[in-house]
């Protein structure tokens, strides 16, 4: 229609108009000769099959329900023949917006605790296949400083030596340890709901002086620190690392742990981990020497009847 009285304007005939977009000439006169726009009649609206039945949806939605399965089930039982389709459209359109669930962030003092975590790498080795290898992280929880270590094996010898490990680096022992439900820390619960601890860890964790907290289960937030550490290792380390053996890629690690990791500034405490973990080791317990601590080091292996130890896929 625009284009109409653009080309009357323009000087053209009503039948040159008419020609040149495909029109009547008499739709063309049409519209020339109206006093005012023209606007096509609006449509009579079609009835729905749900019509009938959406006060029956709106107070059942208002109670609560807003299953489709079952509010279809409910409207056949009435006599609605429509489709599945037409009652989600309608459903949807009325659902209540969803809150996502708040959740309150834990900050603790000084010294107060540590979150650790298992992470699982992925690499092409030098033979063409791919290798899987485990990283273990341990985050402060007040300063952020974190300590990374790749291991073959996350079995509780290899838990335990990296815990020594990060203790030794961090400059002392935090009051309490959080974990999620890892067999290397729990096996599980009692028909009576309380905790089956790995009792090695247990015993390591009473040793050293530092109490085994174990967030919920299916709730990651609750060790959120340490998630994220592992989520960095994965995104910002990993991508970089070339190594040779696994003691190369180890000193990789660590070196990334001293120049990036806590040698930035954090994007929650806006401060240097370094600094910060400067403050928070006077607040650490002290670690045992390593010759109090070999017990919990040693890595137990099974004596075959011939004699021999397997160790490493060797005889």
Known sequence: MKEIYEMKGQGHSARGIARELSLARNTVLKYLNSPETMHPKPRRSRGSKLDPYTGHIDSRMEEGLENCVVLLRELRA????????TLTNYVQHRRRPRQTQATMRFEAAPGEQAQVD???LGYVGSDGKKHRIWVFVMTMGWSRACYVELVRRAD?????????????YLGGVPRRCLYDNAKVVTLGKDEE???Q???RMLDFARRVGFDIRLCRPYRAQ???KVESGVKYVRCNM?????????????????????????????GTTYRVPWEMLAEERPHLGQLPDR????????????????GFVSWEGSR
Request: net charge negative; charged share 20%; hydrophobic share 40%.
């Open 222 to 224: 609750t060790k959120g």
């Open 78 to 85: 009435l006599g609605y023949d429509g489709c599945y389709a």
């Open 193 to 195: 709901g309380q905790v």
């Open 197 to 199: 601890w790995n009792l």
């Open 291 to 306: 010759t109090a601590l070999a017990p919990y080091l040693r890595e137990e292996r099974t004596v075959s009847r011939d």
């Open 118 to 120: 298992w992470g699982s």
């Open 238 to 266: 990993w991508p970089s690392i070339r190594f040779t053996d696994d003691a190369d890629l180890n000193r990789q690690g660590l070196g990334w742990c001293d120049a990036v990791a806590n040698a930035r500034v954090h």
């Open 156 to 168: 509780t010898a290899a838990f335990i030596q990296c815990h020594v490990n990060a203790f030794e």
